[in-house]
């Protein structure tokens, strides 16, 4: 199994911008879906984004489209989520997870999760 560690979260104003990190202890980025999910208090979890390691496809949820980006480096094996325009709705706990197969967001494939990263959004 791949250890996920995740950062960048924390506390900001409506509007304003957190760039969250989903880092691959000690492996390569592994060639499959790395997404990143998020709960909030009393909600379903749901897929934000998603991306395809192997060939880079990217896929987002439509209530992020447009607002956030998710990238890959090699290099730094990590997986980012850049979220702009952030929105009191988008307060949750994040997590990224990769293992799923069959589609980005079918996070009960997932077979490795981070330990979550909370985004606290104000208005």
């Known amino acids: 199994q791949v250890r996920l560690v995740e950062s960048g979260g924390g506390s900001v104003q409506a509007g304003r911008s957190l760039r969250l990190s989903c880092t691959t202890s000690?492996?390569?980025?592994?060639?499959?879906?790395i997404a990143w999910f998020r709960q909030a208090p009393g909600k379903q979890r749901e897929g934000v984004a998603g991306i395809y390691t192997g060939y880079g496809f990217k896929y987002y949820a439509d209530s992020v489209k447009g607002r956030f980006t998710i990238f890959q480096d090699n290099a730094k094996n990590t997986v980012y989520l850049q979220m702009n325009s952030l929105k009191p709705e988008d307060t949750a706990m994040y997590y990224c997870?990769?293992?799923?197969?069959?589609?980005?967001?079918?996070?009960?494939?997932?077979?490795?999760w981070g330990q979550g990263t909370e985004v606290t959004v104000s208005s």
């Open positions: 997870a990769t293992g799923m197969r069959g589609r980005w967001d079918l996070a009960e494939e997932a077979t490795s």
């Open positions: 000690g492996a390569t980025l592994p060639r499959n879906y």
